[in-house]
């Protein structure tokens, strides 16, 4: 069963607005951490901000936010004031603890960001 | 001063032959991954080991061998190379695997591999 989920492929914001990009995910291990990676162009996976799933407030990196929504099971990260240099593909992601195998990561299929002059 | 580096940026082999990647952190970290990203831009793990310890070893050929000598060099050896290998492969590290905010991955800059 896929372990997280990113709905939308490719997403366009204008330049200096914000926007939502929606990770949802499925676990039943009660501790458990999410992730968000940039990949721009050059290639790169930049790391862009955690929430752990014990936390209690809604994670903050400068720009970046990320709504967690725990009943819901989503983790979307918030852009704000986009900037040109934020075109990139984004990836949720997740560590859980298996009693079987121990600590798994999964990683979204991405969303491909294009910021609009 | 890079933290996560791999060498070669590309590799370019005929089908085949035998390859090896390196890598190498130099963060402190106890946690070192090697993730194949295919053409998609799919992202999968392949191995994790902590402290040269082999703790996540997903189901790849075994074709792919990883080997670490320690606990800062995590290096990915590839036998009898397909077409199929063609990829990006990664490598990370994470201060470890107790849960919370130390198991964020760092990633190296990533190796073209392609198959031909």
């Known amino acids: 069963a896929q372990k997280i989920t990113q709905t939308q492929p490719g997403m366009f914001v204008q330049e200096k607005e914000a926007v939502t990009l929606d990770c949802t995910y499925d676990?039943?291990?009660?501790?458990?951490?999410l992730f968000w990676y940039k990949q721009p162009s050059s290639g790169e996976m930049i790391f862009l901000i955690y929430q752990g799933s014990y936390d209690q407030q809604n994670a903050t990196e400068g720009r970046y936010s990320l709504n967690f929504q725990k009943a819901r099971k989503s983790a979307n990260l918030v852009i704000s004031a986009s900037q040109l240099g934020d075109s990139a593909m984004y990836f949720c992601?997740?560590?859980?603890?298996?009693?079987?195998?121990?600590?798994?990561?999964?990683f979204g299929t991405g969303t491909s960001l294009t910021v609009i002059p | 001063d890079t933290a996560v580096s791999q060498t070669p940026k590309y590799l370019v082999t005929q089908m085949g032959n035998d390859k090896s990647i390196k890598c190498e952190q130099n963060?402190?970290?106890?946690?070192m991954y090697w993730y194949k990203q295919d053409s998609k831009k799919f992202l999968k793990i392949m191995f994790s080991y902590n402290n040269k310890e082999l703790i996540i070893n997903e189901t790849v050929p075994n074709r792919f061998s990883p080997k670490s000598p320690d606990k800062a060099h995590l290096n990915l050896h590839i036998n009898s190379l397909e077409l199929g290998d063609s990829a990006v492969y990664f490598c990370?590290?994470?201060?470890?695997?107790?849960?919370?905010?130390?198991?964020?991955?760092?990633f190296g800059p990533g190796t073209r591999l392609t198959v031909l």
């Open positions: 990370a590290s994470s201060q470890d695997t107790s849960g919370g905010k130390t198991d964020t991955q760092y």
């Open positions: 992601a997740m560590r859980a603890y298996l009693s079987n195998t121990g600590n798994q990561f999964y």
């Open positions: 963060l402190g970290h106890d946690t």
């Open positions: 676990t039943s291990d009660p501790s458990y951490g």
